[in-house]
């Protein structure tokens, strides 16, 4: 949880600051990427399988639309970090990545290459089995956002409608969770996260960014 005065003063004209209870909230999601692709080309070895991590809050723009602002994307493939910066605004680095599995146990790493210090760890395994998030629940709140915002460098805000079918989340039994990240977003995080979620992976279009004040629907 975090103060959503806080996450306010760090947000683009257009965008207001989304709560559940009254607070604001910030996410660290490690992920994984496979077979990334323009809707005209087939996946491309070496290049369309990736590994991400994102510091993302949660927001809605003036039509009152809830989406996601993004603080931060690290990524180890750097076709994908200098695409997502020129066409779609976004915040990537480039970062030196891992992603192991010994049995039901994960373990994920990330360094950005423009930083020095450990790596940011994640060490999980399977916890409760998955079901979707309930419509009013926190859990609901975090994951089903349909909409990514982005500013360009002279401001402007744009917005992109994601699809794809609602996450099948589980609460895992996590090990290692570094705060890192948020700290390189300029947040401060102390104490235990409120929620930890897993996710099942599922298909996801991206749509071209249009101005936020233009139809997305």
Same mark, same amino acid.
């Given at each position: 949880?975090?103060? $959503?005065?806080?996450?306010?003063?760090?947000?683009?004209? &257009?965008l207001t600051a989304d709560t559940f209870g009254g607070v604001a909230y910030l996410g660290i999601v490690?992920?994984?990427?496979?077979?990334?692709r323009p809707a005209w080309l087939p996946p491309l070895p070496g290049v369309s399988w990736f590994l991400e991590l994102n510091v993302r809050s949660y927001v809605c723009d003036a039509a009152g639309r809830p989406g996601v602002?993004?603080?931060?994307?690290?990524?180890?493939?750097?076709? !994908?970090? %200098?695409? !997502?910066?020129?066409?779609?605004?976004?915040p990537y680095f480039h970062a030196r990545m891992s992603a192991r599995r010994t049995g039901e146990t994960m373990r994920?790493?990330?360094e950005r290459r423009c930083s020095s210090g450990a790596p940011a760890g994640y060490t999980w395994r399977s916890g409760s089995p998955a079901s979707l998030a309930q419509p009013g629940s926190l859990e609901f709140f975090l994951v089903e956002r349909y909409l990514l915002f982005a500013a360009n460098p002279a401001g402007r805000l744009f917005a992109g409608r994601v699809h794809h079918a609602p996450y099948q989340? $589980?609460?895992?039994?996590? $090990?290692?969770? %570094?705060t890192t990240p948020a700290r390189q977003a300029g947040f401060d995080l !102390? &104490?235990?996260p409120v929620s930890l979620l897993a996710a099942r992976?599922?298909?996801v279009s991206i749509f071209q960014l249009r101005p936020a004040d233009a139809s997305v629907d």
């Open positions: 949880m975090v103060d $959503a005065r806080t996450v306010q003063s760090t947000l683009p004209r &257009g490690p992920f994984f990427m496979q077979r990334v602002w993004f603080y931060s994307l690290d990524c180890n493939q750097p076709l !994908a970090v %200098s695409l !997502a910066r020129r066409f779609f605004h976004l994920f790493e990330s989340i $589980a609460t895992p039994v996590v $090990a290692e969770l %570094s !102390a &104490g235990d992976p599922v298909d």
